[in-house]
């Protein structure tokens, strides 16, 4: 993340209640910056839930056991087709 500017503090600013402006920006920043980390973090912990239970449901189903029947084959002949002379179009 970069730095940035935030509007209300002014590092030449020497009036007597300039702290406070700078505090409350800073106060603000910080809260933002906040949510955003929390943010960041639910969604980290959803994901997380989210793949244990994928991880649970693949365990708790496992896969069928396969047949002992023959596989059934589907054999497909071609039907033999005799070419037709293309005609070349007449001037």
Known sequence: ???R???GIGNDD???DA????????????SQKHRYLYR??????????????????A??????KPTTEP???????????TPTPLSTPTP
């Open 1 to 3: 993340y970069m730095p």
């Open 5 to 7: 500017e935030y509007q």
């Open 14 to 16: 020497v009036s007597l």
């Open 19 to 30: 702290w406070k402006r700078i505090s409350t920006v800073h106060y603000k920043a910080a």
């Open 40 to 57: 960041a973090y639910l969604l980290l912990i959803s994901s997380f839930v989210l793949l244990i239970f994928c991880i649970g449901v």
């Open 59 to 64: 365990l708790l189903n496992p896969p069928s």
């Open 71 to 81: 596989t059934q084959i589907v054999i497909v002949t071609p039907i033999p087709v």
